[in-house]
């Protein structure tokens, strides 16, 4: 999932508490310590109320989502350059056939050695000129493979959520923006997270589609990642596009998930990353405090037991409604 705090680094800003103070973790074992829980209501965003309040609720199938990972688990470990990541390549390539998918492969140059890495993407084209991005991480944690880590919030979450949300817009028609969904690779560190050491896939995919002209077209990025906690609380990205970020709480407002969302405000090294450094619209969805403490985070204790189909549900459902009201958005 996060990057940052996957290798351990979360800059945890105290927004109210200590105006501007960040607190760098080094070490996986020390991430959460100094969780500071800080309360930032978004101010209203500029929406079309009338359109927002006549759209039909879209939901998924959370049970459907919750069976994907369990089978995305059962593959095991799922690092960068290994059987097993395959294995999840073909599953999830399994699952898009007869949509339009493309895969941006490419060769990262890791400090432990070279490995292929794949960003799979599937179009699902609208009505509007322009692109709404929905993306997720599917590679697992690279250090621990050896460990009986199986990953099951941490990649396993967003693979699943990913492949529902596939199924919602395969079978709809698409009034508005075109949806896009990027199963992202290579997303955690090798070794030890660094600004080169991680995010492989996302940095590739920005670049390229800064070059190719894609990335003026999108409108939106919204990232999820680690979000089958049981315990579900969305953190406060304070990296992520603040008017973005107040779309989210006003989905999740009217759907009444907002006790969910934004009860700290952290600063989290994500997939999201590359795309907010290039000017497009980012906000990554992500719960930080798995288990008292964030100590599942990175631990083979990161299981399916700890996770909950009511949060793939919640999650879930504020992405839809998240993009319907980005449609509604008059630009
Ligand atoms: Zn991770």
Redesign the pocket.
């Known amino acids: 999932?996060?990057?940052a705090?996957?290798?351990g680094r979360i800059g945890v800003i105290m927004l109210i508490a200590s105006m501007g103070v960040a607190c760098g973790h080094e070490n996986t074992e020390e991430a959460g310590k100094s969780a500071v829980s800080t309360t930032v209501v978004p101010a209203p965003a500029d929406l079309a109320p009338a359109t927002a309040a006549t759209t039909p609720v879209a939901t998924i199938d959370s049970a459907r989502a919750m069976q994907y990972v369990r089978d995305v688990v059962k593959f095991g470990a799922r690092p960068i350059g290994s059987e097993n990541h395959k294995k999840l390549e073909k599953y999830i390539l399994g699952h898009l056939r007869g949509d339009k998918v493309e895969v941006d492969a490419f060769e990262a140059d890791t400090p432990e050695g070279k490995f292929p890495v794949k960003n799979i993407i599937t179009k699902y084209p609208g009505t509007r000129e322009g692109i709404i991005v929905i993306a997720g991480?599917y590679d697992?944690?690279y250090p621990l493979r050896d460990t009986g880590y199986v990953?099951a919030n941490?990649?396993g979450s967003s693979t699943a959520l990913l492949l529902e949300l596939a199924n919602h817009f395969r079978s709809k028609k698409n009034d508005g923006y075109s949806v896009w969904l990027v199963w992202t690779d290579g997303?955690?560190a090798v070794k030890q997270w660094t600004s080169t050491d991680s995010l492989y896939g996302s940095r590739h995919l920005a670049e390229k589609w800064q070059k190719d002209g894609t990335l003026k077209k999108i409108k939106a990025f919204l990232l999820v990642?680690?979000i089958g906690d049981a315990d579900l609380n969305v953190d406060q990205d304070t990296g992520s596009t603040s008017w973005l970020q107040n779309v989210v709480f006003q989905a999740a407002t009217r759907l009444g998930y907002q006790s969910h969302f934004y009860g700290r405000a952290i600063g989290v090294e994500d997939d999201h990353l590359p795309f907010v450094r290039m000017g497009v619209p980012s906000v990554d969805l992500i719960d930080l405090n798995y288990g008292y403490g964030n100590v599942f985070?990175?631990t083979p204790q990161d299981t399916l037991d700890k996770l909950s189909p009511k949060s793939l549900q919640i999650v879930g459902d504020v992405v839809l409604e998240t993009v319907s009201l980005v449609n509604s958005l008059k630009n």
Request: no cysteine; charged share 35%.
């Open positions: 999932m996060i990057a705090r996957k290798a991480h697992t944690n990953g941490d990649g997303e955690e990642d680690m985070h990175h």
